[in-house]
């Protein structure tokens, strides 16, 4: 069983702690959590460093390039899709593709999609929040299940085809009283066929 799928534990004397966890691990289950993460870590190296001031042994070294507002658009705009992946999941597949294609865009507009330091969390974060899908809701599963049972049983009891040189085609289901119009073989017999 995965652990998307594992019951809850009791209500019962749960202390705030626990409640905390509880709702937090319900809100990062049903979602793209991990991939809106990832766009929003992206996003942040990206504004950082056309607008960081380094300074490497008293000497200031400044990023700073006519770029810098391409830069702060494309850092706000993967952050805002990290956002909109966590609290519209129903929108995930244009919140990945466009977090794909900004990380790529961020190649050449901010300084190597800032130092390649979010080329990384940007692509395996459009890529997870593609890949996300919703659990199915358990009385969809309980109705496919029951649905799916008797098309089984069915399926168990069918006759397999006929062989040339046979009598009558074999059942599976050895309980099944022979077809119509036919007459049961004693249980002596088999050996006569060879």
Same mark, same amino acid.
Request: net charge neutral.
């Given at each position: 069983?995965?652990?998307?799928?594992?019951?809850?534990?009791?209500?019962?004397?749960? %202390?705030?702690?626990?409640?905390?966890?509880?709702?937090?691990?319900?809100?990062?289950?049903?979602?793209?959590?991990?991939?809106?993460? *990832?766009?929003?870590? $992206?996003?942040?190296?990206?504004?950082?460093?056309?607008?960081?001031?380094?300074?490497? =042994?008293? *000497? +200031?070294? #400044? *990023?700073?390039?006519?770029?810098?507002?391409?830069?702060?658009?494309?850092?706000?705009?993967?952050?805002?899709? !990290? &956002?909109?992946? @966590?609290?519209?999941? $129903?929108?995930?597949?244009?919140?990945?593709?466009?977090?794909?294609?900004?990380?790529?865009?961020?190649?050449?507009?901010? =300084?190597?999609?800032?130092?390649?330091?979010?080329?990384?969390?940007?692509?395996? !974060? !459009?890529?997870?929040? &593609?890949? @996300?899908?919703? %659990?199915?809701?358990?009385?969809?599963?309980?109705?496919?299940?029951?649905?799916?049972?008797? $098309? +089984?049983?069915?399926?168990? #009891?069918?006759?397999?085809?006929?062989?040339?040189?046979?009598?009558?085609?074999?059942?599976?289901?050895?309980?099944?009283?022979?077809?119509?119009? #036919?007459?049961?073989?004693?249980?002596?017999?088999? !050996?006569?066929?060879?």
């Amino acid at each position: 069983m995965s652990s998307a799928l594992a019951e809850l534990r009791p209500v019962e004397h749960e %202390n705030t702690v626990h409640w905390v966890l509880r709702v937090f691990r319900h809100f990062r289950r049903s979602r793209p959590f991990w991939g809106g993460l *990832m766009a929003m870590i $992206a996003g942040v190296p990206v504004m950082y460093f056309p607008y960081a001031k380094l300074s490497l =042994n008293g *000497m +200031t070294v #400044t *990023m700073a390039t006519t770029a810098g507002a391409g830069s702060l658009i494309i850092g706000v705009l993967l952050i805002v899709l !990290g &956002l909109t992946a @966590w609290f519209q999941p $129903a929108v995930r597949f244009f919140a990945g593709v466009a977090t794909m294609l900004l990380t790529l865009v961020s190649i050449p507009v901010s =300084n190597l999609s800032g130092f390649g330091m979010s080329l990384l969390p940007g692509l395996i !974060g !459009g890529g997870l929040m &593609l890949a @996300w899908a919703p %659990n199915p809701p358990e009385a969809a599963t309980a109705t496919a299940e029951a649905v799916a049972a008797p $098309a +089984t049983a069915e399926a168990a #009891t069918a006759p397999l085809p006929a062989v040339p040189g046979q009598a009558e085609p074999p059942v599976l289901d050895k309980a099944q009283a022979p077809a119509e119009g #036919t007459a049961p073989q004693p249980a002596g017999d088999h !050996g006569e066929a060879r």
